[in-house]
C-alpha cells in the first residue's frame, strides 16, 4: 500500500519535532511550503520518496493537492500540529479539519494499481 506508506512519511515530517528542526536547520523549506503549487516538489526534497510516491502526488488532482499544501502551510504558520490519514477510495478525495489543537488532513484515494498510467502522465 504504497500511498498509505507515502501518507506515514509525511505524518512523520510534520510532528513539532520535525517542524521545529526545519525552522532550525532548514528554514528556506518552510518558505517553500509557502509557495503555491509545490506540494510534489517540497515533499520530494525532504521525504524520501521513490518515483512512484511522487507519481501518486502528481496524480492528485491539482486542486485538491493546493488545499492539502495551503492547509499544512497555514499550520505551520500557527504552530499547530498536523494529522495526516489516508484511506483508499473510489477517486480522490481531501478532508480537513482545523481545531483548536491542530490540523488533520484526510487523503482518500485509489490504491496506484488502479490508477491509469496515462493519468500520472497527464499531470
Known amino acids: 500500500m504504497p500511498s498509505a506508506l507515502m501518507m506515514y ?17 532548514a528554514p528556506d523549506v518552510i518558505e517553500q511550503f509557502k509557495v503555491p503549487g509545490n506540494l510534489v516538489e517540497v515533499a520530494g526534497n525532504v521525504l524520501d520518496l521513490d518515483s512512484n510516491d511522487i507519481a501518486y502526488l502528481e496524480a492528485i488532482p ?26 483508499p477510495g473510489y477517486d480522490f478525495e481531501v478532508r480537513i479539519w482545523d481545531y483548536e489543537q491542530g490540523v488533520s488532513v484526510h487523503l482518500s484515494g485509489p490504491y496506484p494499481p488502479t490508477i491509469p498510467h496515462d493519468r500520472f502522465a497527464s499531470r
Open 62 to 87: 491539482p486542486a485538491l493537492r493546493e488545499g492539502m499544501r495551503a492547509t499544512i502551510s497555514s499550520a505551520i504558520d500557527a504552530d499547530k500540529p498536523v494529522h495526516i490519514g489516508f484511506s
Open 9 to 25: 512519511k509525511l505524518q512523520g515530517a510534520l510532528t513539532q519535532e520535525s517542524i521545529d528542526a526545519l525552522r532550525r536547520d
